[in-house]
Structure formats: C-alpha cells, structure tokens
C-alpha cells in the first residue's frame, strides 16, 4: 500500500525523524490558509506548493513550485490542483491531482552550504535482509546515479537478529562526508529512520533528498512509503491512509470482492485459482503468442458469484481479445466451476470473445460435460497444451 508524501512525513515525525514541515491543501483557499499558518509557526516567508500523487518526478511533470508570497501561493495551487499529471512513473495519461501539500522553504541562506542525499530502507529479497542504500547524488533519479557513477551509492546491511547498530549509522555519515553538528543528526536521523521502517512493517522508505541545511540541521524534504500489504492488518490506523483514488479502479473493486487482480496490458484475460497456477497460466499465453491482460487469482472458493464477478472485472478491459479459464480442482470442484461459468454467461449476456475452459482435477469430467452441453460459445479443453492452440487459434 503507498502513501503520500504528506502521510510518510507524518509517520517519520512520530518516529522522532526531523521533517520540512507541511500541511496538506485539497482547495486553494486551504493553501493560502496552510501558508498563513506555516508563516506563522515556522516563520518561512517562502513556500513550496507539491503535488500529492503516488508516484515521484512530480518537478519533472510542473507538480513542484516554489511560492514566494501568498498570492503566488493560490496561483500555483489552483493550477496543480485538479490537472492530470504526468511523471516519468505515471502512465501517458497522468494521475489526477486531488491535493497539493504546502511545505516550508528549508533552503534559506547561513554559514555552510547545503547539500541533499539519497536514502532509502528496503528489503533486499536476495540476502533476505533490510538494507539501507544512501548517496551524495540526491535530489537526482537514482537509476541515473547507479548507471553513471554507481561508486557513489553505498548499501548498508542490517542483520535482523541485532537491528541497526550504533557503528553502521556513524558509518553512513562519514560515508557522506559530514563532520561536526551535521554527522551526530545524520546519526540520529539514520536511527529514527530505520525504526519507523521496522516498526509500521514498511517495505519500502524513500527520501529523495534528505538535506542537509545551511545550518547543519538534516531533514527529510521527501518521503515515498509503501508498506507491506500483509502488515496492515496490525495497523489499522496507517491502513485508515489508502487513497483509493490513487489505484486503478478495477483493482480496487476486485480487492473489494477478494479477489487478487492486477491489471495488465495484454489481450488474454486469466482466470485462475492458485497464484502459481496463474503465473504458469500467464507463461502459457505468451508461449502461445497471446499476451496476458491481468493476474487474477479467484482463489480456493471459485463459486458462481465470484466467477461471475471475475468475469465482469475482465470484461471492464477493452484489449481483452479471449478469456481463458485455467482451475485446478483440488479443494474446489470442478462441476461447480463449470455450472458458475455457464451461470454467469447468461447473467453478463451479450460476450462477443471467445472464452476457453480448462478445468481438471476434482469432477473434471462432469465439468466439461456441463461446458459442452451449455449451447453457449465456449471452449473447453482438459490439457494445457490444448487451452494454449485454442488461445492461439483464437487470438
């Protein structure tokens, strides 16, 4: 699940993790109100307008701008507010931007120089360990660090056993080349950093750039949090966060239906129950010159009404070509699978593509009876060989 930069900031500063500090606005006149009272707290004469979104290079796509008195501050939010934003990690069309965070100015002048870094917390699923990555480059895409100077990103590796040791954050400082006041708050900053990330089951913390002010003081200017989908149980206040406006719609109704679906850009929809079935189902199409146009996993109770959603959710896709039915019947039965798909034909009426049935295991014979028997244009088959040439044939 990801959050905004708004709500990552909110959870960092619980941890004791020093923020550029903000208020979120969904109208211009909240962001003139927002500036007001960030003048009035903070004592910044200067504001930053950002667009929250669940994607990054929001200043790349004109989502970042830099207010300079009040008037500025309406201006800028009433034209980031509402406009269709489009990132280098957003689709051609954009995401809509519902709100805009008003944030204080933390570049002001003083003695020393300022300067940003890249950090981020994440699992590396290799070692099976959290790592924490950092560099002097930031505020830059790290892609383009790693491509071009790959020698400026540093990994630390966490042993889960022990957490994060004392040593590893000093070595993080002295690694970005900070001495005096700014190397014991990037210490305290690595620290609070790591235990709000082990602490809310994150998958994932970004902070492109962290800054470290003119006056030595180390800031996260940014926050990109995804948390562990399988964590937010046990946090039902972070999980109070999801903006659903953010997801893709048809996602979102099939979660609502407990359904696992992930739309993708092909021209075969997949029915499936069993995660690794449906991966193996997804290999076959492409084998079979098709494309899979989602993962969808009905799971272990496939009855009537879910297949019936399922095919509905399927359907939403204008690129979907053929529907291809892969369920092995172990808890369920196969029958049952077969008279739900027969049911939910009739119910959609009208289905102009063609739908290929396999289903084996359990009742497998009797299920492919009630197919053939239905009248209707579907096409059944026992082996995967035969589902991947009638996709092939068919698409």
């Known amino acids: 699940m990801n959050l905004h930069e708004y709500q990552g900031k909110e959870i960092l500063n619980s941890f004791g993790v020093n923020i550029q500090r903000g208020i979120v606005a969904s109208t211009p006149e909240e962001a003139v109100a927002a500036a007001k009272k960030l003048n009035e707290t903070t004592g910044t004469s200067w504001w930053v307008v950002k667009a929250q979104i669940h994607a990054g290079g929001r200043g790349k796509g004109g989502g970042v701008k830099l207010a300079k008195s009040l008037d500025d501050v309406r201006e800028k939010a009433e034209n980031i507010i509402g406009m269709n934003l489009v990132t280098p990690q957003t689709s051609k069309e954009g995401k809509k931007v519902h709100q805009v965070l008003i944030a204080e100015d933390v570049y002001y002048p003083g003695e020393s120089e300022t300067s940003e870094i890249y950090m981020s917390v994440l699992l590396d699923r290799q070692k099976g360990r959290n790592i924490i990555m950092y560099s002097t480059e930031g505020g830059m895409d790290i892609e383009e660090v790693a491509e071009k100077t790959p020698e400026l990103i540093f990994t630390e590796e966490i042993d889960p056993r022990v957490g994060l040791q004392g040593f590893q954050a000093r070595k993080i400082a002295f690694n970005l080349g900070l001495s005096g006041t700014a190397f ?34 180390i800031l996260a200017v940014d926050a990109k949090v995804t948390l562990d989908d399988n964590g937010v149980f046990r946090h039902p206040d972070y999980a109070a966060m999801r903006d659903k406006r953010e997801e893709d719609p048809t996602e979102v109704e099939a979660g609502e239906a407990g359904l696992n679906f992930v739309k993708l850009d092909g021209n075969v929809g997949c029915m499936v129950n069993g995660a690794g079935l449906a991966m193996a189902t997804m290999d076959i199409i492409k084998m079979a010159g098709g494309n899979p146009a989602n993962f969808l996993d009905v799971g272990g109770t496939a009855d009537a009404a879910r297949v019936e959603k399922a095919f509905r959710i399927i359907l939403k896709d204008e690129n979907v070509k053929a529907i291809l039915v892969n369920i092995f019947g172990g808890i369920v039965r196969c029958d049952r699978v077969a008279q739900g798909i027969v049911d939910a034909y009739k119910n959609i009426g009208d289905i102009n593509i063609p739908i290929i049935v396999r289903l084996q295991g359990t009742n497998a014979e009797e299920a492919k009876e009630i197919i053939d028997q239905s009248g209707l244009k579907v096409h059944s088959a026992i082996m995967l060989k035969e589902a991947a040439d009638l996709v092939k044939e068919l698409v």
């Open 184 to 217: 014991k708050e990037m210490v305290k900053f690595v620290s609070a950093l790591y235990t709000a990330y082990d602490s809310i089951d994150a998958s994932l913390f970004e902070i492109n750039p962290v800054l470290k002010t003119s006056d030595n003081k």
